[in-house]
């Protein structure tokens, strides 16, 4: 299957009412890809761009976000790195953030001078993660379609919150699909829902889990019939 069947597929089984977004961290633009025109105050107000249009954005794109910046594998200046100290600082005061976690924040590995957002639907060339905005039901199912769900011993789901934007570097890291409970910055600066949540999915894993989230989303449906029947018939007995 090509992504325009793919992201069909994702489409339709998980109801979904907005393109999903594809994100590639590429040494050059692709041929005919424009440069991101509008400025951004964060790195995540570019996913919320990528599900309308494919665009570019470089290292300077980032910059109002000294966060996002960090997560995103730019390198930061001695003038952006006193802005996320700032940030920081402000943060902490607030009992927010503790300064201590820094260090731990991770950011994008792969070499790259620009990062491609746009519809996976329209994508011009292999992306390496997938991004979608879903709500928990259909986290419920793509997670299950992805084997997050599955009881195994050392089961790996990394889920966490703070800042959003890291849920891309963790997901490269464990080269597997990442929840995000997202941040009072990315709610703010793309308009996420309360009732929203993130999910980051490497690209081969997203293609391979395709045929399984047909079959999640019938069984889920079936056994919703199966669950009303007995909650009906046990509801009117008593």
Same mark, same amino acid.
């Given at each position: 299957?090509?992504?325009?069947?793919?992201?069909?597929?994702?489409?339709?089984?998980?109801?979904?009412?907005?393109?999903?977004v594809?994100?590639?961290?590429?040494e050059?633009?692709?041929?005919?890809?424009?440069?991101?025109?509008?400025?951004?105050?964060?790195?995540?107000?570019?996913?919320?761009?990528?599900?309308?249009?494919?665009?570019?954005?470089? =290292? !300077?794109?980032h910059?109002?976000?000294? /966060?996002? #910046?960090?997560?995103? %594998?730019?390198?930061?200046t $001695?003038?952006?790195?006193?802005?996320?100290e700032?940030?920081?600082?402000?943060?902490?005061?607030l009992?927010?953030?503790?300064p201590?976690?820094?260090a731990?924040?991770?950011?994008?590995?792969?070499?790259?001078?620009?990062?491609?957002?746009?519809?996976?639907?329209?994508f011009?060339?292999?992306?390496?993660?997938?991004?979608?905005?879903?709500?928990?039901?259909q986290?419920?199912?793509a997670?299950e379609?992805l084997?997050?769900?599955?009881?195994?011993?050392?089961?790996?789901?990394?889920t966490?919150?703070?800042?959003a934007?890291?849920?891309?570097?963790? =997901? !490269?890291q464990l080269?597997?699909s990442? /929840?995000? #409970?997202?941040?009072i %910055?990315a709610?703010?600066? $793309?308009?996420?829902?309360?009732?929203?949540?993130?999910?980051?999915?490497?690209v081969?894993?997203f293609?391979k889990?395709?045929e399984?989230l047909?079959?999640v989303?019938?069984?889920?449906?079936?056994?919703?019939?199966?669950?009303?029947?007995?909650k009906?018939?046990?509801?009117m007995?008593?």
């Amino acid at each position: 299957m090509n992504l325009i069947e793919i992201a069909k597929i994702w489409e339709k089984h998980l109801s979904l009412t907005q393109p999903i977004v594809a994100i590639a961290f590429l040494e050059h633009p692709p041929e005919k890809v424009a440069r991101s025109s509008e400025a951004a105050p964060s790195a995540c107000t570019f996913w919320r761009r990528g599900q309308q249009q494919l665009f570019y954005a470089t =290292a !300077e794109d980032h910059e109002n976000c000294p /966060i996002g #910046l960090m997560t995103m %594998g730019f390198p930061m200046t $001695t003038e952006k790195g006193s802005e996320a100290e700032s940030l920081i600082s402000t943060m902490a005061n607030l009992h927010y953030f503790n300064p201590a976690e820094v260090a731990h924040i991770q950011t994008i590995k792969k070499s790259h001078q620009v990062v491609v957002y746009g519809p996976l639907s329209e994508f011009p060339t292999e992306p390496d993660q997938i991004l979608l905005l879903l709500t928990p039901y259909q986290m419920m199912i793509a997670i299950e379609s992805l084997g997050g769900a599955t009881w195994a011993e050392n089961q790996p789901l990394g889920t966490f919150g703070r800042p959003a934007c890291a849920a891309l570097p963790k =997901a !490269e890291q464990l080269n597997s699909s990442t /929840i995000s #409970l997202g941040c009072i %910055g990315a709610r703010t600066y $793309t308009n996420l829902p309360h009732e929203e949540m993130l999910l980051v999915v490497p690209v081969a894993e997203f293609a391979k889990a395709t045929e399984q989230l047909v079959k999640v989303a019938s069984a889920n449906q079936q056994l919703a019939c199966f669950h009303n029947d007995k909650k009906r018939a046990i509801t009117m007995g008593m």
